[in-house]
């Protein structure tokens, strides 16, 4: 396990002259043009699959070696039709007797094998000079121009249509995509985002251009095993559709750092020691031709920059608008946090929670007053009725006694005077004796 986390985590190759101060640079996954540094190998009995698909394996080769096939195959097929005209003629004794004017070849005017090639040439190309032709008295002749005719239209249309599709294919219009050569990480709309930018150079447009992101990590899981080149997507608007790209200008494609992306722990410093490969894969309909094209490139940790921003590059002119291309991979430096998504919303919920604890004693205290009257009002109202009601008048004997004292001369502070306030507001039979007491205290407290 160890030698292959070493192997596929922490490999790098020297980049530059040999010594010290040498830049070592990790291997990578795409090239940036691109190409997929991936070579398969001990493939076994398994070869024979390409054979299977001759046609795919043909195209996908290189142009030198379709080249060289295209011409071994047309000149085997030549020779060897030649040496069946050739040995027709020799078998028939036709090369002895050619200059006989009494006697019928097979063919006429083949004296040799370069007379017997000329020959297959001028048939296969329907040239026909009228010097050399085929008589009526040769079957086997005409049984073997009939096989000529068709293993020739068949190499033709297997030779000449892989070296058509060879030529159309959209590989090289994936060379007027570009990628910007640095990815840039920076606040947008108040929230931090990785981003990069494409462009496309020619007029015609990409139909139903769409673009994604790979990120190529390796990692450990909880269970201990090691996945070499993990790869994990990367939002850039797949559920808004922002990844359906109009490509008629540069534009700049985002993605946001947030609990769901894999960059949620990345911060500035950490960013110097991580090892990961950002790939994005460009695809789209070429409006010429109609076939597929997919453009790739690749971003290491180190072409991430922390706190940039790309430069405009559009421009109003007279009519229309100017993309200037120079601009195209230039960045300029923009304040950003340093921290990560994850500690910033770590901070701002420990902030949070150090302004709360006032709010919530005094919430407490509203709640157990407002528990307690609660409390009370309901023992109340479980009291029985003749209950409720002394206690009411209780409660109501000392304004009373206030209000009709209002309504005399002025103030009573004389015993007089509460006599008076007695006389006034007498008390029925059926209270209870408690409305006594009452009265009697407060004459009491009167002569104090």
């Known amino acids: ?16 002259p040999a010594g010290g101060g040498a830049r070592r640079e990790r291997q990578r996954f795409v090239d940036k043009n691109g190409r997929c540094n991936v070579q398969h190998g001990n493939l076994g009995g398994e070869s024979s699959r390409y054979l299977s698909d001759l046609f795919t394996t043909l195209v996908d080769l290189k142009w030198r070696w379709n080249l060289l096939i295209f011409l071994l195959t047309y000149t085997v097929a030549w020779l060897v039709m030649a040496s069946m005209w050739w040995g027709i003629a020799y078998l028939r004794g036709d090369l002895h007797r050619a200059h006989d004017d009494t006697y019928s070849p097979c063919v006429a005017n083949v004296y040799n094998f370069p007379s017997a090639f000329l020959f297959f040439i001028e048939t296969e190309a329907t040239i026909g000079y009228g010097h050399r032709y085929i008589t009526e008295r040769c079957p086997e002749g005409i049984v073997l121009f009939l096989f000529q005719s068709l293993l020739g239209s068949i190499v033709d249309a297997f030779l000449i249509g892989c070296m058509f599709i060879k030529m159309s294919q959209p590989k090289k219009r994936a060379e007027t995509l570009m990628f910007s050569r640095a990815a840039v990480v920076s606040q947008r709309d108040g929230k931090l985002c990785l981003m990069f930018r494409v462009g496309n150079l020619r007029n015609s447009h990409m139909v139903s251009a769409q673009i994604r992101c790979k990120l190529i990590k390796s990692r450990q899981t909880p269970e201990g095993e090691f996945l070499p080149l993990d790869q994990c997507e990367l939002d850039v608007g797949f559920g808004t559709g922002a990844d359906q790209l109009f490509l008629v200008s540069p534009l700049t494609i985002c993605h946001e750092i947030n609990s769901k ?107 157990v007053c407002s528990l307690d009257c609660i409390d009370i009002a309901g023992e109340k109202n479980k009291l029985p009725f003749k209950l409720q009601k002394i206690s009411s008048r209780k409660e109501d004997l000392p304004r009373r006694a206030l209000r009709m004292s209002s309504s005399n001369t002025g103030k009573t502070c004389s015993t007089g005077d509460l006599l008076n306030i007695q006389e006034m507001s007498p008390i029925s039979n059926g209270e209870d004796g408690d409305e006594r007491i009452q009265l009697k205290a407060l004459k009491m407290n009167a002569e104090a």
């Not at 894999?262 to 020691?273: D, K, T, V, Y």
């Not at 420990?350 to 005094?362: F, I, Q, R, T, Y």
């Open 1 to 16: 396990m160890a030698a292959v986390r070493r192997k596929f985590g922490d490999e790098y190759q020297a980049v530059g």
């Open 261 to 367: 992306s894999p960059f949620f722990c990345l911060s500035q410093r950490s960013l110097r020691s991580e090892q990961f490969e950002i790939v994005v894969i460009l695809e789209g309909i070429v409006e010429t031709t109609g076939m597929t094209c997919q453009a790739r490139t690749s971003y290491t940790e180190d072409e991430v920059l922390w706190g940039h921003r790309f430069l405009p590059v559009m421009s109003l002119e007279d009519g229309f608008f100017r993309v200037d291309y120079s601009q195209f991979h230039a960045t300029f430096e923009v304040p950003t946090p340093p921290y990560s998504v994850k500690e910033q919303e770590e901070n701002l919920s420990l902030s949070s929670s150090l302004n709360s604890p006032v709010d919530n004693n005094k919430t407490r205290r509203e709640k």
